[in-house]
């Protein structure tokens, strides 16, 4: 057996040559994601990073917790990367930020805006956070088979979850507030905190990713006064990451 990676605790024994990873950001829906897959068995958990392992599609499949925000997700990728791991798909959630994101809705992000931290220890600020194409389609593709409400189009991603929610209180509320009217002119679909470093360390490390979000809520609806709830089942968007990567691995076998 191998040494296994200090924050993640796997060795590439434990993987049994998983390429494929499902990265949901709370340790509590990776057996949730797993259950989805067959024959699922937990293989550690350590700090933010639970770890399953299972079958799809004739594959092996990690399913490992990333954790809140960039650092930990960057860690949780570089890792997996070291054990073979070349096509991560995120699954999780996030606030809509146009009107027509409904609570409920799901969003492919197809580029991430970097307003975090972590992107920038790896590649200068001009070089983008976008998604791999592949994925990105199997996403979509797969949203549209099975009927979801669904989007496709740049996220932003922030470092501090209060800094959106409560911008006004804070010293730089300037910058915050100017900053986020601007991302919504620019029609970003939705804010969360792990996509871009998601897509920059997958760049940087010739790795391919795509990200599927739950809109939890839209604070721009609410402004408006619009129709608006919160929403917490992820299932949808778990549907969505699952049926896309069997179709990344359906693909792979056919040679496409």
């Excluded at 507030?177 to 002119?185: E, G, P």
Aim: net charge negative; glycine share 10%; proline share 4%.
């Amino acid at each position: 057996m191998g040494e296994k990676l200090y924050h993640i605790q796997l060795c590439r024994e434990d993987l049994q040559g998983a390429r494929y990873a499902i990265l949901p950001g709370d340790p509590g829906r990776v057996p949730l994601i797993a259950a989805q897959l067959s024959g699922a068995v937990p293989l550690a958990q350590n700090r933010e990073y639970t770890s399953w392992l299972g079958e799809l599609e004739g594959e092996r499949v990690a399913v490992v917790s990333t954790g809140i925000g960039g650092p930990s997700a960057a860690i949780c990728i570089e890792e997996l990367a070291q054990l073979g791991v070349d096509t991560l798909v995120r699954v999780g959630t996030c606030g809509g930020m146009q009107l027509e994101v409904k609570a409920g809705d799901v969003i492919v992000a197809s580029a991430a805006i970097r307003m975090e931290g972590t992107s920038r220890e790896y590649l200068p600020i001009e070089f983008p956070a976008v998604a791999d194409f592949a994925v990105t389609a199997a996403l979509k593709r797969e949203a549209e088979a099975l009927g979801i409400d669904h989007h496709v189009g740049v996220v932003q991603c922030k470092d501090s979850f209060y800094g959106q929610h409560s911008p006004a209180r804070m010293p730089v509320s300037y910058e915050l507030q100017n900053k986020w009217a601007a991302w919504v002119r620019g029609g970003a679909l939705g804010s969360e905190m792990e996509t871009a470093a998601l897509f920059t360390v997958c760049s940087a490390l010739r790795l391919r990713a795509g990200a599927v979000l739950m809109s939890i809520w839209n604070q721009e609806r609410e402004r408006a006064g619009l129709p608006q709830e919160h929403h917490h089942d992820t299932e949808r968007a778990v549907r969505v990451a699952v049926g896309a990567v069997a179709r990344l691995i359906r693909a792979a076998r056919e040679g496409v």
